[in-house]
């Protein structure tokens, strides 16, 4: 047997999740994040431009910024190319040789994703992140009993490294909607299975936040009015200030700039209070970047 072919589904909805047995709440000072085998390999099976997938890196990036955000370690894990038949033993009769393929690099986590030269790679042999690995050393080296785990595939690796975390006294937090699987009946037996007998379910959201609407200019257009509610059409070259603007307001865009990665300050917008320059702003603040 091999691993089959992917049809999407949708990204279940952290409305619909099961209800955790336990009151656990992740700490980030207490906490690891494990990106689980997103490797190009295991995620060759879905559909390359599907809305799952798709769902499942952009929810994994923003795990991953708040833990480099909150100083929260983040270990990856990833099997091997040509795993040697010993090594695999009973995988091969469950799965096939595994990670043979010719294109060596298959075994690369997806570039969104790619390791930085502070996370930590570990080499993966079993279902469990644990097995044959020094995740549970390093884990008490770092003084950390909490472990956020996203990745593929929610019914195999992420659940049985859940198990294996709650048997070394590990509290395990499966990240709903940040794991994928074969199907969705398959994913939401995971899901069930964690939150009921090993873990809690957590939402990506509970930790990165809600989603923000990127920097474009319909955004920037539409944030400004709703500055100076007076209005509903402005022209893009007139002065803001002579629309009612005032300096609070201004200091609240430069804020909400800021936490869309756009760095500008109270004093640049100052200089041009217009919609075209502050689209022009914007974007040369992103070509410096």
Not at 54 to 81: D, F, K, M, S
Not at 95 to 118: K, N
Not at 262 to 284: E, K, M
């Amino acid at each position: 047997m091999t691993i089959p072919t992917i049809t999407d589904y949708p990204m279940p909805d952290p409305a619909s999740f099961p209800a955790n047995r336990t009151a656990w709440q992740p700490d980030p000072k207490r906490a690891v994040l494990l990106i689980h085998d997103m490797q190009r390999y295991f995620l060759r099976f879905y559909e390359a431009d599907g809305a799952l997938l798709r769902h499942l890196i952009g929810n994994l990036v923003r795990l991953r910024e708040w833990a480099r955000a909150n100083g929260v370690p983040v270990v990856y894990t990833a099997q091997p190319h040509a795993q040697p038949a010993g090594d695999r033993a009973l995988l091969n009769d469950m799965w096939g040789p595994g990670l043979t393929v010719a294109d060596a690099s298959l075994q690369r986590v997806v570039d969104e994703l790619a390791p930085g030269p502070d996370d930590v790679v570990l080499t993966k042999w079993r279902y469990s992140a644990f097995k044959r690995s020094d995740l549970a050393e390093r884990m008490r080296g770092w003084g950390r009993d909490h472990l956020v785990i996203g990745g593929v595939y929610a019914h195999i690796g992420c659940m049985v490294t859940a198990i294996d975390a709650f048997m070394g006294d590990i509290q395990a937090f499966l990240v709903g909607d940040a794991v994928a699987d074969f199907s969705e009946a398959e994913h939401r037996m995971a899901l069930d299975y964690v939150a009921t007998r090993c873990g809690a379910l957590i939402a990506t959201a509970s930790l990165a936040g809600p989603v923000r609407q990127p920097a474009t200019r319909a955004w920037l257009e539409a944030r400004v009015l709703t500055l100076i509610p007076d209005e509903t059409q402005i022209d893009p070259d007139e002065n803001l200030i002579l629309y009612g603007l005032d300096s609070i307001q201004v200091m609240m865009l430069a804020s909400d700039l800021k936490e869309r990665g756009i760095h500008v300050g109270f004093d640049d917008l100052a200089r041009v209070p217009t919609l075209n320059g502050w689209w022009s702003l914007i974007a040369q603040t992103r070509l410096a970047a």
